[in-house]
Nanobody, 128 residues
């Protein structure tokens, strides 16, 4: 497993931007599919975005497609989530997660149980 630490959350006005980072330590970062999930108060954990081991493939939830971009830097053991055009409904605790699964990215993304390492989360609050 890898240890994951998120950063970059905060308070932003609607329409603004934030970039989240997730630093990994431990076993080989590049051997993991990386994902971002979020949880809002009173709601289930929700998939946001995922990226393949090499970074060549990405997958997004419909709710963030076109506004959020996931990327990774394997040399820095870090995955990012650039969030633009933020909306109040994006308010949540955002978690990064790592999956050793070799299934297709779309399949992995729909099953949080395929991710075996999770960060502690970072709060994102979008004011209207």
């Amino acid at each position: 497993q890898v240890q994951l630490v998120e950063s970059g959350g905060g308070l932003v006005q609607a329409g603004g931007s934030l970039r989240l980072s997730c630093a990994a330590s431990g076993r080989s970062f590049s051997s993991y599919v990386m994902g971002w999930f979020r949880r809002s108060p009173g709601k289930e954990r929700e998939f946001v975005a995922a990226i393949s081991r090499s970074g060549s493939s990405t997958y997004y939830a419909d709710s963030v497609k076109g506004r959020f971009t996931i990327s990774r830097d394997n040399a820095k053991n870090t995955v990012y989530l650039q969030m633009n055009s933020l909306k109040p409904e994006d308010t949540a605790v955002y978690y990064c997660a790592a999956s050793p699964s070799t299934y297709a990215l779309g399949t992995i993304s729909h099953d949080p149980h395929m991710f075996n390492s999770w960060g502690q989360g970072t709060q994102v609050t979008v004011s209207s």
